[in-house]
């Protein structure tokens, strides 16, 4: 594991260490969703806005953390990051992350794994090929062992979400989340130092 990726592992750590098991609404957690917010340029937001998934400006905000800097294709949507990242690996296009297919690559910490939205159909990598606005969720792996992947990640969980960690297991070609309403569909890896 690369300086950077173990930089975000860290991060993602320090942050469910801080903010793990409290509501999206309490302090100190909705103060703090209010700084992701604030760096992907949203002030009018906080952990106080129910309605606005806050899971893609987590990732976006720890990621910027563990020093990406302008590398990441930053956004409240997770679903233009992997469009842009699996681009990217498609073309060949010198860039700091690339997102690939579950079945082409061994998934470590530090890597972005993205998935459906609990509750919503499973996502195709060739379909996100070609699509940047949908519905979906990503977090950060922190641990691998075996067929067990452990993931830190922001808006977990039922309404009001949480900063949590989540295991996914790989079945039959497959990572899904334990309780199996998640499918990883792209692994976002990165090549910084």
């Known amino acids: 594991m690369g ?6 592992v860290i991060k993602a750590q320090d942050e ?7 509501a999206e609404h309490v302090s100190p957690l909705k103060e703090r969703i209010g700084l992701y917010w604030d760096f992907l340029k949203r002030p009018d937001l906080d952990g106080s806005d129910h309605e606005v998934p ?7 905000f720890m990621v910027n953390l563990a020093g990406a800097n302008s590398t990441f294709p930053y956004s409240a949507q997770h679903s233009v990051y992997f469009y842009r990242t699996i681009n990217d690996k498609v073309i060949k296009k010198a860039s700091a992350f690339w997102g690939f ?3 082409e690559v061994t998934i470590e910490p530090g890597d972005i794994i993205g998935m459906n939205r609990s ?3 499973p ?8 699509h940047s606005d949908y519905f979906s969720h990503s977090d950060v792996v922190v641990s691998v062992s075996g067929k067990t992947v452990e993931a830190i990640g922001g808006n977990v969980g039922s309404p009001p979400g949480e900063v949590a960690r989540k295991i996914f297991t790989h079945s039959g070609g497959k990572l899904l ?4 309403t998640q499918e990883v569909f792209v692994v976002i890896k990165n090549f910084l130092p």
Do not use: E
């Open 101 to 103: 297919r579950l079945s």
């Open 119 to 121: 509750g919503k159909p």
């Open 3 to 8: 300086g950077f990726s173990n930089k975000l």
């Open 177 to 180: 989340n334990k309780s199996k």
């Open 54 to 60: 806050w899971s893609a400006a987590f990732v976006s």
């Open 16 to 22: 469910l260490a801080a903010y793990g098991g409290i």
């Open 123 to 130: 996502i195709d990598y060739d379909w996100a090929m070609t």
